[in-house]
């Protein structure tokens, strides 16, 4: 064993003396230590008897699994700087390593018979996400990801107001009305401000009614990541009485942040004062997927949960996770990765974790930055968090639709992903905005700058973009000569 381990550090050490530390396409490195921790693992069962079956048809098993990594070749890279698009990043090798390192013992999460390690790691974990939010108590758990966070975040909040309705603002993920429809709750949608986020004024209106139960303030839009103005909210809630739900499931971890602007901070500060709120570990959390989380200030809303079952529970009169969840069997493993990052990255102001936040807030801003000096583009509001959204400038907001799908387009030939969003054209400001009918619709470029490398490639995302976007608009004005 020891001469394993000796092995395995030797390869690690020549590996950083001949550039192991450089970046590379794929980390494989933590694939020595998985081993090494799965003989320690394994120690833990010495006492038995061996019981599990060899591989027996290794030729089998290996054509197998290359086909798979055949197929799996059909992505975007998503794991690279040059994908700027959609919400998407890979997992920390600590997550991936420790997920799989689980995958030997499978525990369930939903009763301590089936995960009793993994149980204790998911409760440590959710309580870590409560303390960054400023909880000392709380009551919360992991999800299979923000839909199913939010559902229960939705279903405490019409048990607790029955009849009564969920309101959400227009640029809320639409999961928000889909799911109050499975909860038989009414929804309405309040309008958005230019700046994509709820306009107070509009809810008020509905407020006055007196049939609103929750409101759900979204603390990052999916689409341009705005941050709804949660002092405002939190004023009209004492007047108006209603619970406060807020989806953060994309910009929670935002709140350990140090360069927020002066109008988005303030929401943060204050998340502590909301009842209930998702915050998604496999969003900005690098976790793999199957992973979100729902945590309430009030504990006491646990008893909504309790249900008696015959045959979950055998060995332990301990709180399991199965009481305080709407999900049957969950993934031990996402525990244990979230657990295991926590620990190698833990969630405070000025650690490591924080700083890959502020990075990336730094290089939506530093894009923002080259796309407003640019008279071929047109931009939208400052980024709140790290997405940036712009069109290129047109005669017609048709127009400059068609080309930002060409840009789009073009910019992946060379292996530079954004995404297109389709958003009010009033968002942007600008002729274009004027030449807009009310209620238009522009479809814009959309970056998405969540790696934290992502602040040292901008520069050539920007030189990519700014080499088609020429291409694109030459060829444009060639087609209109001809
Ligand atoms: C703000 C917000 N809420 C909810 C969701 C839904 O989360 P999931 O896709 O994990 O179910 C998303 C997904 O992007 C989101 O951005």
Not at 320 to 334: D, F, M, Q, T, V
Not at 385 to 400: F, T
Not at 422 to 432: I, M, S, V
């Amino acid at each position: 064993m020891e001469e394993k381990n000796r092995k395995v550090k030797n390869r690690r050490r020549k590996g950083e003396k001949t550039g192991g530390k450089q970046p590379r396409v794929f980390e494989k490195d933590s694939l020595d230590i998985l081993r090494s921790a799965l003989d320690e693992l394994e120690k833990g069962f010495s006492n038995l008897l061996p019981g599990v079956e060899p591989i027996k048809n290794n030729d089998k098993f290996e054509g197998t699994i290359l086909d798979v990594a055949k197929r799996l070749k059909n992505n975007y890279p998503y794991f690279h700087p040059l994908y700027a698009g959609q919400m998407l990043k890979p997992p920390h090798p600590i997550a991936r390593i420790a997920y799989m390192l689980a995958m030997w013992i499978n525990p369930n999460n939903h009763a301590l018979d089936g995960g009793r390690a993994s149980s204790a790691m998911e409760k440590e974990a959710v309580a870590e996400i409560a303390k960054m939010i400023g909880w000392e108590t709380h009551v919360g758990h992991l999800t299979g990801g923000g839909t199913m966070a939010n559902l229960e975040a939705l279903w405490i909040g019409g048990q607790l107001n029955p009849g009564k309705k969920v309101v959400a603002s227009e640029q809320a993920h639409y999961t928000h009305s889909r799911v109050s429809n499975v909860l038989g709750l009414k929804f309405e949608a309040v309008k958005c401000d230019r700046e994509g986020k709820m306009d107070l004024d509009a809810l008020e209106e509905i407020l006055t009614k007196g049939d609103v139960g929750t409101v759900v303030a979204t603390i990052g839009t999916t689409a341009t990541g705005s941050v709804d103005p949660l002092p405002r909210l939190l004023e009209l809630r004492e007047q108006y009485d209603f619970r406060l739900h807020a989806d953060a499931a994309y910009g929670g971890y935002f709140i350990l942040a140090d360069n927020l602007n002066q109008t988005t901070k303030p929401s943060f500060d204050r998340l502590s004062e909301v009842d209930s709120i998702v915050i998604d570990p496999h969003k900005h959390g690098l976790q793999p997927y199957g992973c979100g989380c729902v945590v309430f200030r009030d504990p006491a809303v646990a008893r909504f949960y309790r249900h008696d079952s015959p045959y979950t529970y055998f060995t332990s009169s301990d709180l399991h996770l199965g009481e305080i969840s709407l999900e049957c069997s969950r993934a031990g493993a996402s525990a244990v990765g979230l657990w295991a990052t926590q620990k190698f990255l833990p969630l405070v102001k000025g650690g490591e974790f924080a700083m890959s936040l502020s990075a990336g807030r730094e290089a939506a801003l530093k894009l923002f930055g080259k796309l407003e000096a640019d008279n071929r583009f047109i931009t939208a509001f400052l980024p709140e968090l790290d997405i940036v959204v712009w069109a290129p400038v047109a005669a017609k907001v048709s127009e400059s639709s068609e080309l930002s799908k060409l840009i789009f387009s073009e910019a992946a030939k060379q292996n530079l992903h954004f995404a297109l969003a389709e958003l009010p054209a009033k968002f942007f400001d600008f002729a274009l905005g004027k030449l807009a009918t009310e209620g238009e619709t522009i479809t814009c470029l959309r970056s998405v700058l969540m790696k934290k490398e992502h602040l040292v490639w901008v520069d050539r995302i920007w030189e990519i973009l700014n080499a088609v976007t020429d291409s694109v608009m030459d060829d444009r004005k060639r087609r209109k000569r001809e």
